[in-house]
């Protein structure tokens, strides 16, 4: 018999499934983990549905009720506020960081090393270290503001400042990674395109925007991108440093108390589905102002 | 006008790595100098060292009477085409021929004026608002000599720059190299690993070993005159054949160790009394339209013969032969020695 005989060709239907049979598994587990949960909040947004009782159908009334909630507007520019200052200040300081330690010299990678590590660490052991260095009465900040002559500030009691201090917090903690990613993109420009700068007379700064960053935009265009959902979506440091007290409560925190502390799922899930839909326009924005912008090889 | 001196050069990677030692060479102005060599000899090096781009271990580099040692590469009035271009991909074409001139504070007419005349020259003003990335291999090759050209310097500096390209187009961007030099009337320093280029392009080729100048010479001198066996055997295709002395059937100088002869010198038949003789068995015949490429064994030396006509296709045992007049000699060390 004829070796080649043996495995007899897929019929036209098989073969047609057969990819989508191989991606059969991970697609079952999306749809159970991401797409069931992801209909059944925009489901439940249009029903009343506490912990006791029937899921009665509301129609747009939840979100009537939000948007009529004097507390939506200040929620909302906490939520923006807090993206804006996480967004700002990683990105611009995790690309001076990754410019420092860029050169791969022993003490830069021991360096690297140590700026990483809040990426690693517990958000929970890094917020109460930085709770005790803001704490208003024996905190370390106030001591060192202490020695200037200014007044005490309460990090964490005062509205003006608390959204900062969270801020502050969630930037230290991502910002090694940051600069580790956008070291990775330095070192992956060729060293010719510097030396052709040095040849054409480009001062340091001018071929930093010129060539150095264009070549690594598409990286930062993502981390921005990451860094701007990560912020919307940030619960575990306001929930630890104020629990949503002193003007600190987002959209994400205004879920979880509706959903946890007044077992209002019904409102909570019309919330989600209002942080969704501000996600996915921040998205669609994001890329269609500067995706045109950054440079793709 | 630039003439370019190296003295006593010594460039070391790390304490135990000497690339080059104790290297003296003049590239004479005006001329199209090749560095020559097989990869890791040490002509980038050299290059990059004239360039500026990389400094000197010790020894100083002079182009005139002016020493270059603390000059930086933007003031030491050359231009680098580099071995895979490196063009500004976040630029175009304009951008990337224009920024050097734009860093130099040229006025805005000079450099319209000068972008404008190196393009029409090399044929590349339609593509001048396209990125890099959207053109060819010749293409960019082009852009990256417009934009050396553009900045009218006294010295070129070119690191293998058609390596990249296929070998239809490096045979025609050889010409226009060629006259390119006799047109800007500047001195060009090309390194190469490919002695077709060398031989083609040349006025001065500097043939390169391990860090040491091996020759340095016209590339006619360089093909007839090889000074040891490294030359004999680097230049020519096929390369020279140097054979042991000992098999030889006439009388050769004092010490001389090895014969080399020239694959087209080969005969067939004796020509005078006094011939080198060697008797080989034809191991293949390469037509090759023009020429054809014999290549015979005797014992385990390999010899090349070139004969210019389709007709000659020895089989067997044969005898080749070769003028005296046609025959170099070598010593133990390598090294030429004369009649």
């Not at chain 1, 935009?217 to 630890?240: Q, R």
């Not at chain 1, 996600?279 to 950054?294: C, E, N, R, S």
């Not at chain 2, 590339?219 to 020519?236: C, D, H, L, T």
């Not at chain 2, 005969?267 to 080989?280: A, R, T, V």
Request: charged letters at 20%; aromatic letters at 12%; hydrophobic letters at 45%.
């Amino acid at each position: 018999m004829n070796k080649t005989a043996r495995l007899k060709p897929l019929q036209p239907g098989m073969r047609k499934a057969k990819p989508y049979l191989f991606i059969l598994p991970s697609m079952l587990f999306f749809a159970v983990f991401a797409i069931y949960p992801l209909i059944y909040i925009i489901v439940l947004s249009f029903f009343d549905r506490s912990i006791i009782g029937d899921m009665t159908f509301v129609g747009f009334e939840n979100f009537i009720k939000l948007f009529n909630n004097p507390e939506f507007g200040p929620i909302m520019k906490n939520t923006v506020v807090y993206m804006v200052i996480v967004v700002l200040l990683t990105t611009v300081f995790s690309m001076l960081v990754a410019l420092l330690l860029q050169r791969p010299t022993r003490l830069n990678k021991i360096v690297q090393q140590i700026a990483f590590s809040p990426y690693v660490i517990s958000t929970v052991s890094v917020v109460f270290v930085w709770m005790w260095m803001m704490d208003a009465d024996y905190g370390l900040f106030n001591y060192i503001i202490g020695w200037f002559g200014l007044g005490e500030v309460n990090w964490l009691t005062d509205p003006n400042v608390t959204i900062f201090s969270i801020a502050i917090v969630s930037v230290w903690k991502s910002l090694g990674y940051n600069a580790i990613i956008i070291i990775a993109a330095l070192n992956a420009i060729p060293k010719h395109y510097y030396e052709a700068a040095k040849l054409d007379n480009s001062s340091s700064v001018k071929t930093y925007f010129r060539i150095t960053l264009p070549m690594i935009s598409p990286t930062v265009f993502f981390l921005v991108l990451i860094n701007i959902i990560g912020a919307l979506k940030n619960f575990e440091t306001i929930k630890l440093m104020t629990a949503g007290k002193f003007d600190t409560t987002t959209l994400v925190y205004f879920v979880y108390q509706n959903a946890r502390e007044y077992f209002d799922f019904g409102y909570a899930s019309s919330a989600g589905v209002i942080l969704m839909v501000f996600i996915a326009i921040i998205t669609l924005l994001y890329f269609k102002v500067l995706a045109k912008k950054v440079y793709y090889r | 006008m630039s003439s370019i001196i190296l003295q006593n050069i010594d460039k070391a990677y790390g304490k135990n790595a000497p690339v080059i030692e104790n290297l003296n060479l003049e590239i004479k102005d005006k001329s199209f100098t090749v560095l020559l060599g097989p990869s890791g000899c040490g002509k980038s090096t050299i290059l990059r060292m004239i360039a500026g781009l990389e400094a000197q271990t010790s020894g100083t580099i002079l182009f005139d009477d002016e020493d270059m040692t603390n000059v930086p590469p933007e003031n030491r009035d050359i231009a680098f085409v580099f071995q895979n271009y490196a063009l500004y991909p976040t630029m175009t074409v304009r951008g990337n021929i224009e920024f050097g001139l734009k860093n130099r504070k040229i006025p805005k007419a000079e450099i319209a004026a000068r972008v404008e005349e190196v393009c029409s020259l090399l044929d590349i003003s339609e593509y001048l608002n396209r990125k890099p990335q959207n053109l060819s291999g010749g293409q960019r090759q082009r852009v990256a000599l417009a934009r050396a050209m553009v900045k009218k310097p006294d010295i070129f500096l070119m690191d293998e720059p058609l390596s990249n390209l296929d070998a239809k187009l490096r045979n025609q961007i050889r010409t226009d190299l060629i006259a390119l030099h006799k047109r800007l009337n500047t001195t060009f320093v090309y390194v190469t690993h490919d002695q077709v280029e060398a031989m083609s392009m040349a006025t001065d080729i500097v043939l390169l070993n391990k860090g040491k100048v091996m020759q340095m010479s016209s590339p006619a001198e360089m093909y007839k005159q090889p000074r040891n066996v490294f030359s004999a055997k680097f230049i020519g295709t096929p390369a020279m054949n140097v054979i042991s002395s000992g098999k030889s059937n006439i009388s050769v100088p004092q010490g001389c160790a090895y014969v080399g002869f020239r694959p087209e010198n080969v005969m067939l038949e004796k020509k005078n009394n006094d011939d080198f003789c060697i008797s080989c068995d034809v191991a293949s015949t390469e037509m090759l339209g023009a020429e054809t490429v014999i290549k015979a064994l005797s014992g385990d030396e390999i010899i090349f013969m070139r004969a210019f006509t389709s007709a000659c296709r020895p089989e067997g045992r044969q005898n080749f032969y070769v003028e005296r007049a046609n025959l170099c000699y070598f010593n133990e060390q390598e090294e030429r020695i004369y009649e």
